[in-house]
C-alpha cells in the first residue's frame, strides 16, 4: 500500500528543515578567520625630500600635506617612490598666487623633476639651474612668466614635449630655440609674438607642430615635408605666403592640418591625396585658386573641409553622400565656385550658388523693395530653389499685362454700350 501523497509531502519538508537546521550550527561553530591587517607599502609612507618641502615653502606652495599624496588646490604633483625619502618627478603650478617668486636655490632643490607646467603664474623667469634645465622632459608655460626670451628656451635641450602659450617670446627665430632640441617630440607656440620664419631644418621625429596665432612669414620650407611622423600640424594665423608645397603629400601621417588665415596662394596640391588618415583640413582665409579637387571625396577619414574664403572656380565635384558623412563643410566666400543643381539639392546650405549650364554662378533672383522682399533677399547664401532660379531670368522677358488705367477705360466703354442695348432692346419690347 502506497503512503498518500500528503505524508510523501511532509516527511520530504521536515528532511529539508533537518539539513538546514544542522548547516546552520556547523557554521556557527566553524571558526571564524581572523582578517587580515592591510599591507602597508613603506614606500608609499615615505616623507618627501625635506629640502624639496624648503624649496616648495620658499616658492610659497602650500605644503602642509604631504604633497606626494594630497596635492594643494593650487598644485598637482607626481612622487617616485625612492627611499628613504621620496623626490617630486612632475610639479603643475596653476592660479599661482602673487606671493609667487622663483628662486634659483629653490629651483636647485627640484631638480628631480621632469615635467614642470606653469598655467596663470605670472612671476618673472629665471635662470634656472643646469640640472633642472637638463633633467626636464617636459615643459609648459600657458598665461605665465611674463616674457620669454628664445635662449632661455632653448637651455631645455632634453625636451620632448614644449608648450608656451599666451606668453610672449623675444627671438630672433625659431631655430633658436629648437635648434639643440633634438627630442623634441610635440612642439606648441602659440599666441607668442614669435616672429621670423620657419626653420629649414626641423627635428625628424616631432610628432605635433602648433605655431598658430604668432607673426610668422615666409614660404613653408620643403624640410617640413621630410615629417613622415608628423600627425598635427597648425600654422594658423600667421604670415605666411606661397604656395603649399607639391611634396605636401609626403606627410603620410598627417591627421589634422591647418593653414588658415595665411597668404597662401596657388592650387590646393593633388599630392594630399597620398595621405590616407586626413581627418580635418583648413585652408580658410587664404587666396587659394584653381578648382576644388575631387580627391577629398576619395579620403574615408576626412570630417572637417573648410575652403571658405579662397578664390577657387569652377563646380563643386561632391556628391550628397559625401557631403553628409562630413561633420562640417564650409566652402562659401568663393565667388565662381558653384554647385551642380541636379546632383545636389538647394535645402543643402553650402553658401554657394548652383551651376548655370556653362559652370558659371547663377546669379541670385531679383528681389524686391518691399518689406516682405527683404525677408526673402535674405539669401546671400544663394541657397534659393533651384527652379526658382531659372525661372527667374525666364520671366525677365515676359510682359506684366496691361495698364490698369486702360483696363478699366476698357470696361467703363463696354459697360456704357451694353446699357445703350439695353435700353434699345427694352423700348422695342415696350411697343
Given at each position: 500500500?502506497?503512503?498518500?501523497?500528503?505524508?510523501?509531502?511532509?516527511?520530504?519538508?521536515?528532511?529539508?528543515?533537518?539539513?538546514?537546521?544542522?548547516?546552520?550550527?556547523?557554521?556557527?561553530?566553524?571558526?571564524?578567520?581572523?582578517?587580515?591587517?592591510?599591507?602597508?607599502?613603506?614606500?608609499?609612507?615615505?616623507?618627501?625630500?625635506?629640502?624639496?618641502?624648503?624649496?616648495?615653502?620658499?616658492?610659497?606652495?602650500?605644503?602642509?600635506?604631504?604633497?606626494?599624496?594630497?596635492?594643494?588646490?593650487?598644485?598637482?604633483?607626481?612622487?617616485?617612490?625612492?627611499?628613504?625619502?621620496?623626490?617630486?618627478?612632475?610639479?603643475?603650478?596653476?592660479?599661482?598666487?602673487?606671493?609667487?617668486?622663483?628662486?634659483?636655490?629653490?629651483?636647485?632643490?627640484?631638480?628631480?623633476?621632469?615635467?614642470?607646467?606653469?598655467?596663470?603664474?605670472?612671476?618673472?623667469?629665471?635662470?634656472?639651474?643646469?640640472?633642472?634645465?637638463?633633467?626636464?622632459?617636459?615643459?609648459?608655460?600657458?598665461?605665465?612668466?611674463?616674457?620669454?626670451?628664445?635662449?632661455?628656451?632653448?637651455?631645455?635641450?632634453?625636451?620632448?614635449?614644449?608648450?608656451?602659450?599666451?606668453?610672449?617670446?623675444?627671438?630672433?627665430?625659431?631655430?633658436?630655440?629648437?635648434?639643440?632640441?633634438?627630442?623634441?617630440?610635440?612642439?606648441?607656440?602659440?599666441?607668442?609674438?614669435?616672429?621670423?620664419?620657419?626653420?629649414?631644418?626641423?627635428?625628424?621625429?616631432?610628432?605635433?607642430?602648433?605655431?598658430?596665432?604668432?607673426?610668422?612669414?615666409?614660404?613653408?620650407?620643403?624640410?617640413?615635408?621630410?615629417?613622415?611622423?608628423?600627425?598635427?600640424?597648425?600654422?594658423?594665423?600667421?604670415?605666411?605666403?606661397?604656395?603649399?608645397?607639391?611634396?605636401?603629400?609626403?606627410?603620410?601621417?598627417?591627421?589634422?592640418?591647418?593653414?588658415?588665415?595665411?597668404?597662401?596662394?596657388?592650387?590646393?596640391?593633388?599630392?594630399?591625396?597620398?595621405?590616407?588618415?586626413?581627418?580635418?583640413?583648413?585652408?580658410?582665409?587664404?587666396?587659394?585658386?584653381?578648382?576644388?579637387?575631387?580627391?577629398?571625396?576619395?579620403?574615408?577619414?576626412?570630417?572637417?573641409?573648410?575652403?571658405?574664403?579662397?578664390?577657387?572656380?569652377?563646380?563643386?565635384?561632391?556628391?550628397?553622400?559625401?557631403?553628409?558623412?562630413?561633420?562640417?563643410?564650409?566652402?562659401?566666400?568663393?565667388?565662381n565656385l558653384c554647385y551642380n543643381h541636379s546632383v545636389l539639392s538647394s535645402k543643402i546650405k553650402l553658401g554657394i550658388a548652383?551651376?548655370?549650364?556653362?559652370?558659371?554662378?547663377?546669379?541670385?533672383?531679383?528681389?524686391?523693395?518691399?518689406?516682405?522682399?527683404?525677408?526673402?533677399?535674405?539669401?546671400?547664401?544663394?541657397?534659393?530653389?533651384?527652379?526658382?532660379?531659372?525661372?527667374?531670368?525666364?520671366?525677365?522677358?515676359?510682359?506684366?499685362?496691361?495698364?490698369?488705367?486702360?483696363?478699366?477705360?476698357?470696361?467703363?466703354?463696354?459697360?456704357?454700350?451694353?446699357?445703350?442695348?439695353?435700353?434699345?432692346?427694352?423700348?422695342?419690347?415696350?411697343?
Amino acid at each position: 500500500m502506497k503512503p498518500p501523497p500528503l505524508f510523501l509531502f511532509l516527511l520530504h519538508l521536515l528532511l529539508l528543515l533537518f539539513i538546514a537546521t544542522n548547516a546552520t550550527k556547523l557554521t556557527a561553530l566553524s571558526p571564524t578567520p581572523s582578517p587580515t591587517p592591510p599591507t602597508t607599502s613603506k614606500s608609499s609612507t615615505s616623507a618627501l625630500d625635506p629640502q624639496q618641502i624648503r624649496a616648495l615653502q620658499s616658492l610659497h606652495i602650500p605644503t602642509t600635506r604631504d604633497p606626494c599624496i594630497q596635492p594643494s588646490p593650487h598644485n598637482a604633483t607626481i612622487c617616485d617612490n625612492s627611499k628613504p625619502f621620496r623626490h617630486l618627478i612632475s610639479l603643475d603650478l596653476f592660479n599661482c598666487s602673487s606671493d609667487l617668486s622663483l628662486s634659483f636655490t629653490a629651483l636647485k632643490s627640484l631638480s628631480s623633476l621632469h615635467s614642470l607646467s606653469f598655467t596663470n603664474c605670472r612671476a618673472s623667469p629665471i635662470r634656472f639651474p643646469s640640472h633642472l634645465s637638463l633633467s626636464l622632459t617636459s615643459f609648459s608655460c600657458i598665461h605665465s612668466l611674463r616674457r620669454l626670451t628664445g635662449v632661455w628656451l632653448s637651455r631645455f635641450v632634453n625636451v620632448t614635449d614644449l608648450t608656451v602659450s599666451y606668453t610672449s617670446i623675444n627671438t630672433h627665430g625659431l631655430y633658436v630655440i629648437l635648434g639643440n632640441m633634438h627630442k623634441l617630440k610635440t612642439i606648441t607656440i602659440s599666441h607668442a609674438n614669435l616672429t621670423g620664419s620657419l626653420p629649414r631644418h626641423l627635428h625628424l621625429n616631432l610628432t605635433h607642430i602648433d605655431l598658430s596665432n604668432n607673426k610668422l612669414k615666409g614660404k613653408i620650407p620643403t624640410s617640413l615635408t621630410l615629417l613622415e611622423d608628423l600627425e598635427f600640424l597648425n600654422l594658423s594665423s600667421n604670415g605666411l605666403n606661397g604656395v603649399i608645397p607639391t611634396e605636401f603629400g609626403d606627410l603620410i601621417s598627417l591627421k589634422n592640418v591647418s593653414l588658415a588665415s595665411n597668404s597662401f596662394s596657388g592650387p590646393i596640391p593633388d599630392s594630399l591625396s597620398a595621405i590616407p588618415g586626413l581627418v580635418h583640413v583648413d585652408l580658410i582665409n587664404n587666396q587659394l585658386n584653381g578648382t576644388v579637387p575631387r580627391f577629398f571625396s576619395e579620403l574615408k577619414e576626412l570630417k572637417v573641409l573648410n575652403l571658405e574664403n579662397n578664390k577657387l572656380h569652377g563646380v563643386l565635384p561632391f556628391n550628397a553622400s559625401f557631403i553628409k558623412r562630413l561633420d562640417v563643410l564650409k566652402v562659401g566666400g568663393n565667388g565662381n565656385l558653384c554647385y551642380n543643381h541636379s546632383v545636389l539639392s538647394s535645402k543643402i546650405k553650402l553658401g554657394i550658388a548652383p551651376c548655370d549650364k556653362h559652370g558659371m554662378p547663377m546669379l541670385p533672383p531679383p528681389t524686391k523693395e518691399s518689406s516682405s522682399g527683404d525677408s526673402e533677399s535674405e539669401s546671400s547664401d544663394y541657397d534659393y530653389d533651384d527652379d526658382g532660379a531659372e525661372g527667374a531670368n525666364e520671366k525677365k522677358g515676359h510682359h506684366h499685362g496691361p495698364n490698369k488705367v486702360v483696363l478699366g477705360v476698357a470696361i467703363g466703354l463696354s459697360s456704357i454700350v451694353f446699357l445703350i442695348v439695353f435700353f434699345v432692346l427694352l423700348s422695342k419690347w415696350c411697343r
